[in-house]
């Protein structure tokens, strides 16, 4: 072999060698995992009954549309679980910052129940919507209506956070 055919050959061996590792790597190293905290939920179309703003006034039901909405559900009342909720959908609404507009908050229960406080926040009853909601708990939906996430049921809010930071993000919509 030659002087120029080594070249050769160590300068293919030197440039295809990051190529045949990342190929190596991506075949055969460990599963990437989900980006997002919350459960995906099949996408399920939500028909907004009407919901009361923070002033008691019943909304018209496409009013919120076109806004990120973390939901609350209640089916048994308000328990520890559902206060926890409440607090999370309200600092991660808060969390936001400058695009907080874009989320508004709905506690779904009885006629009862209120937000502890109102800032962006709406109630409705919860028998008008879907069954999958039953469960009870902290789930999200995007600005077309569409149940997109449900979070566990004791969340980290860190997380939620996040995962609403980057829907935000990503999504010119809302």
């Known amino acids: ?6 070249k050769l050959i160590l300068l ?6 990051p190529v045949l590792a990342a190929w190596l790597a991506y075949a055969y190293g460990p599963p990437v995992r989900a980006g997002n905290y919350g459960e995906l939920l099949a996408p399920t179309r939500l028909v907004l ?4 703003d923070p002033s008691g006034q019943i909304l018209a039901s496409d ?19 559902c206060a926890d909720s409440l607090r999370l959908a309200r600092q991660a609404r808060l969390a936001q910052g400058r695009e907080q507009g874009r989320v508004a908050r709905v506690l779904l229960g009885g006629p009862d129940q209120a ?3 109102r800032e962006g926040a709406y109630t409705g009853a919860l028998a008008a919507w879907p069954p999958v909601l039953a469960r009870g708990g902290l789930y999200l939906v995007d600005p077309q209506g ?29």
């Open 1 to 6: 072999m030659s002087r120029g055919q080594f």
């Open 12 to 17: 293919l061996a030197v440039f295809s060698a």
């Open 49 to 52: 009954p009407p919901l009361a």
């Open 63 to 81: 009013t919120l549309r076109g806004r990120w909405l973390l939901l609350v559900a209640a089916p048994d009342g308000c328990d520890q679980a």
């Open 115 to 117: 937000w502890p406080d």
């Open 146 to 174: 569409n149940l997109m996430l449900r979070f566990p049921d004791h969340p980290d809010g860190g997380r939620v956070i996040r995962d609403l930071r980057h829907l935000l993000m990503a999504s010119g919509a809302g």
